[in-house]
């Protein structure tokens, strides 16, 4: 089969199309045929092995100890182990599994959900990583309610439309921060009011909301703290800014949390079955689509992945296979 692998780290130059061997699902495993994946920055950090802790953390600390890329995915169930119930050859599913830019991929029961019928293989791929760090991040985090203001910085990025999608799903007045060219593309996904940061500052004129989501780590701590509602929480997205914010994110939030009227927590997202499940039934409702900027055959991924790279996107950046 096709896979794209790399040996070293660095840029996308270093990453390679070529024919490796097919997997074979063990007992409880699925073996996936791909037909569409999408790039996040979780994929150029493990190709970069940036920041430091990624390489320990995964295991390489000179070079990388596992060779493939990829964890969004959409396709088509290929064979399953004999201890898998959930899914059968034929069905359609998308989910996050490593290895994902490749013809096939092994992922397990939990790493996958069935493919709403109204939504492509393209825009199922879309998904998982991004959208279930939206999910999380409302719910879990912030605990959005009906009625509730909600600021998204990064709005028109793949976690930040996820996230204006689904809050508006739950009945939260929703603000999104992008710039100029996206200003229309926020306001069509539901946001109820849109700051185009070239010509507004979002933290500057008075206005505070009972939840603030940032994506971009472009805005200290105290600034976000002082457009919140005391009582209110600020979400840093930990998988979206710099080293420092992902390594010490969670301890320096828990810090100034328990300093100030306004709680700041830092997370990076796990995937699992159950938030796909719950994402699926907002796609299958017509509430929340992913939105699509770019599609890249596989063969162009050092293209894909330099263009989400500089951090433009206006959505999401598929690989067709």
Avoid: C
Wanted: proline share 5%; glycine share 10%; charged share 20%.
């Amino acid at each position: 089969m096709r896979a794209i692998v790399y040996h070293r780290y660095g840029g996308p130059e270093n990453l390679e199309l070529r024919e490796i061997e097919r997997p074979s699902p063990t007992e409880s495993e699925v073996l996936v045929r791909v037909r569409a994946a999408s790039v996040n920055p979780v994929d150029w950090h493990l190709m970069r092995g940036q920041p430091a802790l990624a390489r320990v953390i995964f295991g390489g600390i000179l070079r990388p100890k596992q060779h493939r890329l990829g964890r969004d995915l959409a396709g088509v169930v290929e064979a399953v182990g004999p201890a898998v119930t959930a899914f059968k050859p034929g069905d359609e599913v998308f989910g996050a599994a490593p290895g994902s830019f490749a013809e096939f991929v092994i992922a397990t029961e939990d790493q996958l959900e069935g493919k709403p019928a109204n939504v492509t293989f393209e825009e199922a791929a879309a998904v998982p990583i991004a959208g279930i760090t939206a999910l999380q991040a409302l719910r879990d985090l912030a605990n959005v309610q009906s009625g509730q203001r909600l600021v998204v910085n990064g709005a028109s990025g793949g976690v930040g439309s996820f996230a204006v999608q689904i809050a508006k799903a739950w009945g939260a007045t929703v603000t999104g921060v992008t710039s100029a060219r996206n200003v229309e593309r926020v306001r069509s996904i539901g946001a109820d009011d849109v700051v185009d940061y070239t010509q507004e500052d979002f933290v500057v004129g008075g206005q505070r909301y009972d939840v603030v989501f940032d994506n971009v780590g472009n805005r200290s701590e105290a600034e976000l703290g002082q457009i919140t509602v005391p009582g209110g929480v600020v979400v840093l997205n930990g998988g979206a800014g710099n080293t420092a914010q992902i390594v010490l994110g969670m301890i320096a939030t828990a810090v100034r949390s328990r300093r100030s009227a306004v709680s700041f927590k830092s997370f990076i997202a796990r995937p699992n079955r159950g938030d796909l499940t719950v994402l699926a039934a907002l796609m299958a409702g017509g509430q929340v689509k992913p939105l699509i900027d770019r599609s890249y055959p596989l063969a162009e991924i050092r293209d894909a992945v330099r263009y989400l790279e500089t951090l433009h996107a206006r959505g999401k950046v598929v690989i067709t296979i």
